[in-house]
T-cell receptor, first 116, second 108 residues
Framework: NAGVMQNPRHLVRRRGQEARLRCSPMKGHSHVYWYRQLPEEGLKFMVYLQKENIIDESGMPKERFSAEFPKEGPSILRIQQVVRGDSAAYFC??????????????FGSGTRLTVV | GQQVMQIPQYQHVQEGEDFTTYCNSSTTLSNIQWYKQRPGGHPVFLIQLVKSGEVKKQKRLTFQFGEAKKNSSLHITATQTTDVGTYFCAGKGNKLVFGAGTILRVKS
């Protein structure tokens, strides 16, 4: 049972380009969460999605950032017109529907975005 | 909104010494989770605490949840070099809200 798969692992973009980050949740997991982490800082919540629905996007910047989790395929975090301040590690986590015994999230290995 | 504060930010210990990190929430938590992130790695779930005053142990790690369910601690006995990493607490509602983490360095 594969874990949470994120790609690419590393992404370099020039200022003004678009960045697309992909996340495939664990099999059977229908909840996806995106977090951003700056060096030596904590994880900042961005968005919580279920299939075809955005449940909570309170952590998403209002401009340039969008996320989706289509019925088929991975969840996508899209950053348009990237700026240097977008450089960070972006982690995706998934959880199954309903309550779980231990409640923990399973995180992917992350995408390290560098804007040059 | 919910805020989770964690101290200390950094802790350097000699191998064999104990280590403790503390977590405080601005609001009462339904439960709290702990994660470990190795340098260059991703967060890995360690444990969830649900009950007031709960204490759970995993080998040399002891986790506590305060009586008021607003604070928690992680204590590591006799640290080893494999304990190096950042330890995060996270309060859970419909999403996890993470503390800033405590970076643990162990000198051998």
């Amino acid at each position: 049972n594969a874990g949470v798969m994120q790609n690419p692992r590393h992404l370099v973009r020039r200022r003004g380009q678009e960045a697309r980050l992909r996340c495939s949740p664990m099999k059977g997991h229908s909840h996806v969460y995106w977090y951003r982490q700056l060096p030596e800082e904590g994880l900042k919540f961005m968005v919580y999605l279920q299939k075809e629905n955005i449940i909570d996007e309170s952590g998403m910047p209002k401009e340039r950032f969008s996320a989706e989790f289509p019925k088929e395929g991975p969840s996508i975090l899209r950053i348009q017109q990237v700026v240097r301040g977008d450089s960070a590690a972006y982690f995706c986590a998934s959880s199954p529907p309903g309550r779980t015994v231990d409640g923990g999230y399973t995180f992917g290995s992350g995408t390290r975005l560098t804007v040059v | 909104g919910q805020q989770v504060m964690q101290i200390p930010q950094y802790q350097h210990v000699q191998e064999g010494e104990d280590f403790t990190t503390y977590c405080n929430s601005s609001t009462t938590l339904s439960n709290i989770q702990w994660y470990k992130q190795r340098p260059g790695g991703h967060p890995v779930f360690l444990i969830q605490l649900v009950k007031s005053g709960e204490v759970k142990k995993q080998k040399r790690l002891t986790f506590q949840f305060g009586e008021a369910k607003k604070n928690s601690s992680l204590h590591i006995t006799a640290t080893q070099t494999t304990d190096v990493g950042t330890y995060f607490c996270a309060g859970k509602g419909n999403k996890l809200v993470f503390g800033a983490g405590t970076i643990l360095r162990v000198k051998s």
